[in-house]
């Protein structure tokens, strides 16, 4: 799977848009972008995923460039619950092995 | 999503005891689960892949004799801390699903 980079650590103001980068300049054709949080102390959330079109749901939305190489988490309306460590993952679909290898992520910090 | 449950969520034990850790996946059934585990401030590490009916598969620097992983049935999985000691306190999360993954709540792991 390939490697993602991420920025280690973001701030946002609370009610503000959150806009979290992810550079995957080495994802091939068959590899999809996931999105998971981490809070302290808890188990990942999952968040979203994607191939190559945007994609939104109740939680977030998904930007992935044209070229795929890097990707965009956007959390429309940050709140003090946001505040946690945002892994962006990219691996094949299907996966015989399912594992996922994580990164180091970006901790955002939502300020009131 | 589907949900994934471990137990105990939190567990202190004495240097040398063995400790058991459960994984259960409620809504689902799951021929592979996965073993994480996470040092403070660290992004979440593999430590191995267990698989419904046969052995686990454990990744490179990972004690398979310390670290004793059962997968008894498709909902649920055991990792087993054998002669636990203070370095190998830490959060052990599980993870199953299909081409998502899904993550347990974790357990912390306390050896004195």
């Known amino acids: 799977d390939a490697k993602t980079t991420q920025p280690t650590s973001m701030d946002c103001a609370e009610g503000r848009a959150a806009n979290l980068p992810c550079n995957h300049s080495t994802i091939s054709g068959n590899e999809y972008v996931y999105w998971y949080r981490q809070i302290h102390s808890q188990g990942p959330q999952y968040i979203i995923h994607g191939l190559k079109n945007n994609e939104t749901n109740e939680m977030a939305s998904l930007i992935i460039t044209e070229d795929r190489k890097s990707s965009t988490l956007i959390l429309p309306h940050a709140t003090l619950r946001d505040t946690a460590v945002y892994y962006c993952?990219?691996?094949?679909?299907?996966?015989?092995?399912?594992?996922?290898?994580f990164g180091t992520g970006t901790s955002l910090t939502v300020i009131p | 999503g589907a949900v994934v449950s471990q137990h105990p969520s939190w567990v202190i034990c004495k240097s040398g005891t063995s400790v058991k850790i459960e994984c259960r996946s409620l809504d689902f059934q799951a021929t592979t689960m996965f073993w994480y585990r996470q040092f403070p401030k660290q992004s979440l590490m593999l430590m191995a892949t267990s698989n419904e009916g046969s052995k686990a598969t454990y990744e490179q620097g990972v004690e398979k004799d310390k670290f004793l992983i059962n997968h008894a049935s498709l909902t649920l999985s055991t990792l087993t801390v054998t002669s636990a000691h203070p370095e190998d306190s830490s959060f052990y999360i599980c993870?199953?699903?299909?081409?998502?993954?899904?993550f347990g709540p974790g357990t912390r792991l306390t050896v004195l």
């Open positions: 993952i990219v691996r094949v679909v299907p996966n015989t092995g399912n594992q996922f290898y």
């Open positions: 993870s199953a699903g299909q081409d998502t993954q899904y």
